[in-house]
């Protein structure tokens, strides 16, 4: 859904379930996202798709189609992508490493994957530090 403002209701509508919503909710908050004047002003503000998605507001109105607008762009947009991810979990999970949890294969995944860099000064400053005995 590249604009959720003139996005068609009926054909959006079933195409929630494979997101995980309701697709009478999705459906409901579709409409509601499409008559509020302040999401279509984020919409025609916005100079990329994912600015789009990430300035709609987080209200509970529009919570399950803004979840759903921000897992279509987590989407691998190659089979590159796709490949390589699989790649590192293969290293990350081998036959020594075979009793790593599901929660933090996800963690090491999402580390290994991202192209973020931690501001560790920052994270430091925010944390106090142990004190001596």
Request: aromatic share 8%; charged share 25%; hydrophobic share 40%.
């Amino acid at each position: 859904m590249r604009n959720p403002v003139e996005a068609n209701v009926e054909i959006c509508a079933g195409q929630f379930e494979k997101f995980g919503v309701n697709g009478a909710v999705g459906e409901l908050q579709l409409i509601a996202l499409r008559n509020s004047g302040v999401v279509q002003e984020c919409v025609r503000g916005a100079t990329t798709m994912v600015d789009m998605w990430f300035d709609i507001p987080e209200d509970e109105k529009y919570a399950d189609i803004r979840r759903c607008g921000l897992r279509l762009l987590a989407m691998f947009g190659s089979t590159y992508h796709c490949e390589s991810s699989f790649s590192t979990l293969n290293y990350i999970k081998n036959k020594y490493r075979s009793r790593l949890t599901n929660a933090n294969v996800q963690n090491m995944m999402r580390l290994a994957l991202t192209g973020l860099k931690p501001r560790f000064v920052k994270l430091t400053k925010a944390k106090p530090g142990q004190v001596s005995h």
